[in-house]
């Protein structure tokens, strides 16, 4: 419990509570002095380590005995409040950290030391080996999201602030080793793959209107508009299913096989056949950037983690209109003497 103040620190008399300003403070009746009671510093540490969990220490002592909870404690004279952090990293959890960001301050008040500002920082290892101190039962890392009860609310608070603030990091780093090794999880960008594959029809209008009017594709004008439009339709509606799984490898590659038979048949040199795929990617590329979709680092990386999607796709795409161009002679190929 806090001790109220009875006598004089400067002169030995007596203290006495008095109206100071807007609040009751203690006061010396005979010299005046006034002792302001102010709350008493906390420092907490958050680590993480690399699958994300954080570290906690099982309290030895009272209040909240055998309870878990953030490495943390008083902060002592002479010692800023990042050092007292790492004063107590150490000493409760045995490893050396280094300061990385402020996490959150909070307002306490306990019933043992009265009101307290607590301010939680993260923190990086920088060596050491987690063991308990002497505070400490047991020190331990937990999944940020399955961690045991903690002692302390403040606790609780910091570790929101802290996954707040790695939110979109992580996020990245999900979508990055998904795209690197697929699997069933989502990336981030199938929000804009979806997106794409609403708007087929505005896509496709626009990839038709350049395609028919390209200096790069003079022979498409003289194609079927309406066959031209099924085809660009079908590929950016079937779009996000191709570009998501490999079950639909051999549906997009008998596509872009029968695309190439198909203009080779019509006559088409296959430069304009690889200047249409161009435009197509061209449109789907420019679709999505419109969307407004650069307002934050997330976004950023959504769109980028698009593009290298859409270029892979578009290369496998290339080569089976590729191979479907070569795979029948020329319109006007003799055929060969038996």
């Known amino acids: 419990m806090p001790v109220n103040t009875r006598f004089c620190a400067q002169c030995g008399g007596p203290v006495t509570t008095q109206e100071v300003g807007d609040r009751p403070r203690d006061v010396c009746s ?23 969990e954080v570290l906690l220490v099982k309290r030895r002592q009272e209040p909240h005995r055998g309870m878990w909870c953030l490495p943390i404690g008083f902060a002592e004279l ?33 019933d043992h030391y009265g009101d307290l500002l607590i301010v939680t920082f993260e923190m990086t290892k920088l060596g ?32 929101a602030c802290c996954v707040r603030v790695h939110q979109d990091e992580w996020a990245i780093q999900d979508s990055f080793q998904q795209l690197e090794t697929p699997s069933a999880q989502a ?22 209107a350049d395609v028919r009017s390209n200096p790069s594709t003079p022979s498409y004008p003289g194609l079927d508009a309406a066959v031209l439009h099924d085809r660009g339709f079908t590929a950016l509606s079937q779009f996000g299913r191709w570009l ?12 872009y096989r029968a695309l190439g038979v198909e203009r080779r048949a019509d006559g088409i040199a296959f430069h304009e056949v690889v200047s ?17 979709v650069w307002s934050t680092l997330l976004d950023v990386y959504r769109v980028l983690e698009l593009n290298r999607r859409i270029a892979l796709f578009f290369d496998k795409a290339l080569y089976d209109a590729a191979r479907g161009y070569e795979s029948c002679p020329p319109p006007d190929a003799s055929p060969h003497p038996s």
């Open 30 to 52: 005979v010299c005046g002095t006034v002792f302001y009671r102010n709350p008493l510093p906390v420092a907490a540490a958050v680590v993480l380590n690399d699958r994300r």
């Open 78 to 110: 002479g010692e800023t409040i990042a050092q007292a952090a790492g004063r107590e990293l150490k000493e409760e959890a045995g490893i050396d950290g280094q300061v990385v960001r402020l996490l959150d301050t909070d307002s306490h008040y306990s």
């Open 128 to 159: 050491g080996l987690e063991r308990p101190g002497d505070d400490a039962e047991a020190v331990a890392y937990f999944p940020l999201d399955a961690h045991p009860p903690l002692a302390f609310s403040s606790n609780d608070k910091a570790l």
């Open 187 to 208: 990336l981030l960008s199938d929000a804009l793959v979806t997106l794409i594959r609403d708007q087929a029809a505005e896509v496709t209008r626009a990839w038709l």
């Open 244 to 255: 998501r799984g490999n079950e639909a490898e051999d549906e997009v590659r008998a596509f």
């Open 276 to 292: 249409s795929l161009s435009l197509l990617r061209k449109h789907v590329w420019l679709h999505a950037c419109r969307r407004d």
